[in-house]
Every structure is written in structure tokens, then in C-alpha cells.
């Protein structure tokens, strides 16, 4: 297979195109929620689509004075990462594509690139709203990743394990929630960290810096951004409820299992209003990094004990 089949094969796999759909389901579903609890009907459930779509389609501007291999690179590596990353989770509950010892590492710092790609394409514009929202982009990546790795790593602790496939399979009989709830707490507002969601989206805040780090973007490169946050969000809630609730499964209750956890995301992003970001660093960097230590030494203490 020649590199160009090979690429052509990644982008139009009817696999890919299916993750791209189930995020947009996904990206509906968690927006559907909120706009239900702030008693508001909502966006209907094709309306994800109908967006990107209309990026796709639309004129894509280019600022001057930009370094355009970045302006354009980007989002592409942004979306690629993402999508590699889905290579080795168990999405809808499936067992992953690829396995190698370590993949849980590895996946975790893929769905890094994510911000990185995000916070260099703020570094590269020259607005002062997308300078503003890099700052923000990285900053918040520093404070929320280390937390939420620690969090997804006490499960492959238990499982003895660095293999997600693994892990997946030790945690059909080990419920991690009820033996770490701390660090189920910890993935979760992780998770929203990550994903910049309220209150935690003070990098794109629209009523301050306009979108953040992505001001300057349009059209396709937007659109490739939307497209890899809402893949993501596939990828890093499937890993949180294969770890903590129940492994890897029957399809329809590992969607019924996420789509819980997205209630709880969609319940946290009614309630709590939009944190400063030196808010939302400085709390979490100090409690969350070290109540998932605390509990990293709990588990070695009761390993010992019980050896």
C-alpha cells in the first residue's frame, strides 16, 4: 500500500467517518442536556453537522503576517491526533484496534494534541484575543492533564497493566468507581478541563476574548478544529467509563453508560458559573494533583498490606 493510498484509506475509512458522526451525536447530546436544564429547548439533532458542514463550505480568510504552514498544519494535526488516539480506546464499547504495551500513555498524550494545537494557533495569529487565549489554552493544559492522567492510571495500577485493551477487560469485574471514586471524580473534571467546557472554558470565553485562540480561524480550519474537540470527547469519555464503569461491554450499555456521564457534564455545566483561569489553575493544580497521589498511595499501602 503506497503512503497516498494509505492516507486516503484513514480519511475515508467508514470507521472514521462513524467516530466523526458519534461526536457530533455526542457534541448534540451534551449541548441538548444543557439547553434542557436551563429550560431551553435546544438545538435540533442534526444541527452539529449542519455546522460543520457550513464551515466546510464557507470562505476560509488568512490573516496576515502569520506563519501559514502553522495556520493551516494545524488543524489537521489537531484532528489527526484525535483520531489516532481513537486507534487504541475501546470507542462505543468496542475492543481497540490496536494494542502495544504502553498504548495507554501514548493515547493520553495524543488527546493532548488537541490544546497544543489550539494554544499554537493562538501563538500564531496576531490578534490579541487569540494571544489571550493561547496564554489560557496552556496554562489550563499544565493544570488539568497531569490530574487526569493520574486519574486514568490508578485503574491500570489495579490492573496491573499499561494496556488499555487490559485494563478494559480487568474493570468487567472490578467496578473502579466504588474502589476509586476519587479518582473517577478526578477524570471526570479532568475530562471537562480538557475539553475547555463550563466552567472551565475561560480560554474561549465568547464574553471576553471572542473565541479564544481560535479568533482568527474560519471555515475548514475551524470546522477540522470542531471536528477533532467532538472526536475527543468520544475518545476520552469512552476511556473514563471503560476504567471505571464496568470495562469493556455490550454496545448499548456502555452508550447508555456514557451517556450518563455526559448528564453529569451537562448537570455541572448548568449549575457552576465560568471560573477565572487563575481560578480555575490554582484550585485544581493543588487539590485534584494531589488527592490523585493521595490516592496512588492508599493503593500502594493496601498492595503492600495484602502482599
Known amino acids: 500500500m503506497t503512503p497516498l493510498t494509505a492516507l486516503l484509506s484513514i480519511m475515508f475509512f467508514p470507521a472514521g467517518l462513524t467516530l466523526i458522526l458519534s461526536g457530533m451525536l455526542y457534541e448534540w447530546a451534551d449541548r441538548k442536556l444543557v439547553a434542557r436544564f436551563q429550560n431551553r429547548i435546544g438545538p435540533r439533532w442534526f444541527q452539529p453537522l449542519a455546522d460543520t458542514i457550513k464551515l466546510l463550505t464557507k470562505e476560509e480568510i488568512k490573516p496576515q503576517g502569520l506563519n501559514y504552514i502553522l495556520f493551516y498544519g494545524l488543524p489537521i494535526v489537531a484532528l489527526t491526533g484525535a483520531l489516532t488516539a481513537a486507534l487504541y480506546a475501546p470507542v462505543l464499547g468496542l475492543p481497540p484496534i490496536y494494542s502495544f504495551p504502553g498504548d495507554l500513555i501514548v493515547t493520553l498524550y495524543l488527546l493532548s494534541l488537541l490544546t497544543m494545537c489550539t494554544g499554537l494557533a493562538g501563538w500564531n495569529g496576531?490578534?490579541?484575543?487569540?494571544?489571550?487565549?493561547?496564554?489560557?489554552?496552556?496554562?489550563?493544559?499544565?493544570?488539568?492533564?497531569?490530574?487526569?492522567?493520574?486519574?486514568?492510571?490508578?485503574?491500570?495500577?489495579?490492573?496491573?497493566?499499561?494496556?488499555?485493551?487490559?485494563?478494559?477487560?480487568?474493570?468487567?469485574?472490578?467496578?473502579?468507581?466504588?474502589?476509586?471514586?476519587?479518582?473517577?471524580?478526578?477524570?471526570?473534571?479532568?475530562?471537562?478541563?480538557?475539553?475547555?467546557l463550563p466552567p472551565f472554558d475561560a480560554?474561549?470565553?465568547?464574553?471576553?476574548?471572542?473565541?479564544?485562540?481560535?479568533?482568527?480561524?474560519?471555515?475548514?480550519?475551524?470546522?477540522?478544529?470542531?471536528?477533532?474537540?467532538?472526536?475527543?470527547?468520544?475518545?476520552?469519555?469512552?476511556?473514563?467509563?471503560?476504567?471505571?464503569?464496568?470495562?469493556?461491554?455490550?454496545?448499548?450499555?456502555?452508550?447508555?453508560?456514557?451517556?450518563?456521564?455526559?448528564?453529569m457534564m451537562a448537570m455541572l455545566q448548568s449549575i457552576l458559573t465560568r471560573l477565572r483561569i487563575d481560578q480555575t489553575v490554582g484550585m485544581w493544580w493543588r487539590f485534584g494533583a494531589l488527592l490523585a497521589l493521595l490516592q496512588f498511595l492508599v493503593m500502594v499501602l493496601l498492595k503492600g498490606w495484602l502482599a
Open 126 to 196: 496576531s490578534s490579541r484575543f487569540s494571544v489571550i487565549g493561547a496564554t489560557r489554552s496552556f496554562t489550563q493544559l499544565f493544570a488539568y492533564e497531569a490530574p487526569f492522567l493520574l486519574a486514568l492510571l490508578g485503574p491500570a495500577m489495579a490492573a496491573n497493566s499499561w494496556v488499555i485493551k487490559d485494563v478494559g477487560v480487568y474493570a468487567q469485574t472490578h467496578w473502579m468507581i466504588f474502589t476509586q471514586p476519587v479518582g473517577f471524580i478526578i477524570a471526570l473534571i479532568g475530562l471537562m478541563g480538557k475539553l475547555e
Open 203 to 263: 480560554p474561549e470565553a465568547e464574553t471576553e476574548i471572542v473565541a479564544g485562540a481560535l479568533t482568527e480561524y474560519s471555515g475548514r480550519g475551524l470546522a477540522l478544529f470542531h471536528i477533532g474537540k467532538s472526536v475527543e470527547l468520544v475518545v476520552a469519555i469512552s476511556l473514563v467509563t471503560a476504567f471505571y464503569l464496568g470495562g469493556i461491554g455490550n454496545p448499548f450499555l456502555f452508550l447508555l453508560k456514557t451517556s450518563v456521564i455526559l448528564l
